[in-house]
């Protein structure tokens, strides 16, 4: 990784889910996941308030590493999962460039994104989600 200056999903979730701690069930692994997420992203938000309400510089550095942590338990509860987190990008990006066309944000297309998300058509977009709805 160290001579890599781009890294694709697939190869991060594979390098990065290493030294697991054992689970004794699915449940204990997806809530120790989320919870860590949650914390993860408690860490940032840290930061975060830290320069704008205590008036501390903006470390971006340490943001960035938080993040890192972020994406490593995210990675994590997408495994417990068998969740492949390329897909959950390529989802993402298919539902924010259907709600929001333009690139423009849009208060109207916002509010109605439940109903715009309904209506996505596109071929790679529904074999990737009905590869997870026949899990179900």
Do not use: C
């Amino acid at each position: 990784y160290r001579e890599r200056s781009f890294m694709d999903f697939k190869t991060y979730q594979k390098e990065s889910y290493t030294a697991i701690q054992p689970h004794a069930d699915q449940k204990e692994e997806i809530m120790h996941w989320m919870i860590g997420l949650s914390e993860e992203v408690g860490e940032v938000a840290k930061h975060i308030k830290h320069h704008y309400y205590g008036r501390e510089p903006l470390d971006i550095e340490a943001i960035a590493k938080e993040l890192g942590d972020v994406l490593w338990h995210l990675n994590a509860l997408a495994a417990a999962f068998e969740i492949d987190l390329e897909d959950v990008a390529v989802l993402n990006l298919f539902k924010t460039k259907n709600r929001y066309p333009t690139g423009e944000f849009s208060f109207e297309r916002s509010i109605e994104r439940h109903k715009i998300d309904k209506e996505l058509s596109d071929p790679t977009y529904e074999q990737i989600t009905d590869k997870y709805k026949r899990r179900m």
